[in-house]
């Protein structure tokens, strides 16, 4: 078919409907010329006319439920790709079309793709005014429109339900999931930015830190962006603040499989993060019933802190008070996720790993802090978020105590002889190909 055969908006419409009475539910006879239109360089209006096709035919002959005529219409759709505007998809395709089609479980996968990619395509004008809320409503769907594993009334609601909306459940969480994983990859400034956005609300933080490590396994994700991000920084407060076991947990199995290749691609933006790391380092190290706090003076009963979330996803009432949470400062705004609902018992925090991996990157640096933490992060003027200072919330006996089955497992780094902490926290190039040599 050339140029000169290019059929207008209202004769590619004649035939997608003949074809939906005609015995070819699949509308393959209709995408050769849906393509060539696509091709010709239409005009917007005729693009907007032949949407207006679209949408009745959609509205008035497309039935969901028959996956593989729902199929052929996403493949019309997909066919428009190149020329449809990314905010058509805002306004118009996600409510009619797409959105249903990643609540399908019986649509073929090349159909799910195509639906992936056309949500993508409309992220992908991040000059329009209606992206960045289009991204916030997709992040907010994953977490507020699909079972949340965490929560112990999601569960009970999910086993509730009969097999077939179980697998729609299963199906909506996968696509959305997937869609996001590959945002990250395209745009991953803009989706970091909406996740730190949600990742404030306490009750949303559990499962941004699972999709932050099924993003940490991504190679192609910009480490660089996210060492960069407030995201990062969020992380780490959430490290260094909240309670729930299994939280903890997952972010530290993000940092262990992030830290290298921030190293590699964003060495100065790691070693300002360096005071704040080897703190949570020294809150993993002690992580056991309780957190390292450890508060000689009892508190009463009438107290804020009287109920202590000891390292678990449980809520365990402290009998006469004899450890404590401690309070926040009054400029800290973080809300604390205390415990997290689990069908299993959490396992803590992977302190060893942690550990080895700092200790490759910062042998010299980490050693010190580990002699004397609570004068380290002084002198680096890192302030505690506590009410309390440093020497109320670290105990440094308990650190070394914890510390020493660890370090017996450890050889002698080469830089702990060639380097002091100042030139190992100043160089930035001892990670790239030529400070290896």
């Known amino acids: 078919m050339t140029s000169s055969d290019t059929l207008p908006p209202h004769e590619i419409a004649t035939r997608m409907r003949q074809a939906l009475t005609g015995g070819d539910p699949t509308l393959s ?35 969901v439920n028959n996956t593989i005529q729902f199929a052929g219409f996403i493949s019309v759709l997909h066919a428009l790709l190149p020329i449809l505007p990314p905010s058509s998809v805002i306004t118009t395709w996600f409510d009619l079309v797409l959105r249903s089609s990643f609540r399908t479980p019986k649509l073929p996968r090349p159909s799910v793709r195509e639906a992936k990619e056309l949500v993508l395509h409309g992220l992908s004008d991040d ?13 907010d769907l994953y977490l507020l429109d699909v079972v949340n594993e965490s929560s112990k009334e999601d569960v009970m ?9 179980q697998e729609k459940q299963r199906c909506w969480k996968v696509n959305l999931e997937e869609t996001l994983l590959a945002d990250a990859i395209q745009r991953p400034k803009e989706l970091f930015s909406q996740l730190d956005i949600a990742f404030q609300n306490p009750r949303s933080r559990l499962q941004l ?18 060492s960069e991000s407030q995201l990062l920084s969020s992380l780490l407060t959430s490290l260094q603040l909240d309670f729930s076991t299994t939280l903890v947990s997952v972010g530290i199995s993000v940092l262990i499989m992030m830290l290298p290749q921030m190293a590699w691609t964003s060495p100065k933006a790691l070693n300002d993060h360096l005071p704040r790391l080897l703190m949570i380092l020294c809150r993993v190290i002690c992580w056991k019933e309780r957190t390292m706090f450890h508060f000689p003076q009892p508190v009463s009963a ?40 689990d069908l299993a018992a959490a396992p803590a925090p992977d302190a060893r790993l942690y550990f080895q991996f700092l200790y490759g990157l910062w042998p010299t640096t980490v050693l010190s802090f580990l002699r004397r933490p609570i004068a380290m992060l002084q002198n680096w003027g890192l302030k505690s978020p506590y ?32 380097l002091d902490s100042a030139a190992e926290i100043s160089d930035c190039t ?7 040599d």
Request: some cysteine.
């Open 29 to 63: 006879t209709c995408l050769p010329p849906v393509t060539q239109f696509s091709k010709s360089q239409p005009s917007p209006e005729s693009v907007a006319e032949l949407e207006e096709y679209l949408q009745e035919i959609s509205t008035s002959s497309i039935d």
């Open 127 to 139: 000059a329009h005014p209606k992206t960045a809320s289009f991204r916030r409503m997709l992040v």
């Open 157 to 165: 609601e999910h086993m509730a339900m009969n097999q077939a909306e």
């Open 209 to 226: 830190m699972v999709l932050l490590s099924q993003l940490a396994r991504i190679p192609e994700l910009s480490v660089k962006d996210f």
């Open 302 to 341: 009438t107290s804020e802190a009287s109920t202590f979330f000891v390292g678990s996803d449980t809520a365990t009432e402290v009998p006469g008070g004899e450890f404590a949470s401690p309070r926040l400062a009054a400029d800290v705004t973080w809300t604390r996720l205390e415990s997290s609902f």
């Open 387 to 418: 009410a309390e200072e440093w020497d109320d919330i670290i105990d440094e006996d308990e650190v070394r105590s914890r510390i020493k089955p660890i370090l017996r497992s450890h050889v002698i780094h080469p830089s702990i002889i060639l």
């Open 430 to 436: 001892r990670w790239t190909a030529d400070g290896m």
